[in-house]
């Protein structure tokens, strides 16, 4: 399989002109958060982001590139517990990538770094319940739904996790 995308870590300030492309598009965001970032609030989160992608060289959060053209097209993200058990993805990509397949290799790409530790005992996911396309892709990759919960801020969410056995 040719490979349609790669990750490149967020590393600089440089790198918040494509964070901001995401948390400041009203599509993307009711589909994740509900709404847009703040100034703020995106703000504060890259500078959280930043600093956790320097705790673990193969962990984080991602710029995902579309490789035939180079282009931006979204980010994601594998967040590993502690103890290396467990470990979170996500992803968010640009409207106009939609549907074309990307998501899918994203959680791929992800799944694939995860088992690659042999520690991992679970991964989980979490979306907004009315994500369909998000929803296929996770039960297609053998995850199933968890929980639905309200939010801090009242919104729902779903979880989904999948046992990784080696």
Known sequence: MTNKIYFKKFISEDDFQYFS?????????????????????????YKYLLENNKTHDDFGNFKVFESSANSFIGMCASTISSDLKEAEIEYMLLPEYWRKGYGSEIVDNLLNMIEETKSIEKVTAIIEPNNVGS???LLKN???SCKVYKTDDG??????SKKITY
């Open 21 to 45: 492309k995401l948390v400041f598009n009203e599509k993307v965001m009711v589909m994740n958060l509900g709404r847009v970032f703040t100034m703020d609030e995106a703000k504060n989160y």
């Open 135 to 137: 929803r296929k892709i």
């Open 142 to 144: 053998g995850f199933v």
């Open 155 to 160: 919104s729902l969410a779903e979880m989904f």
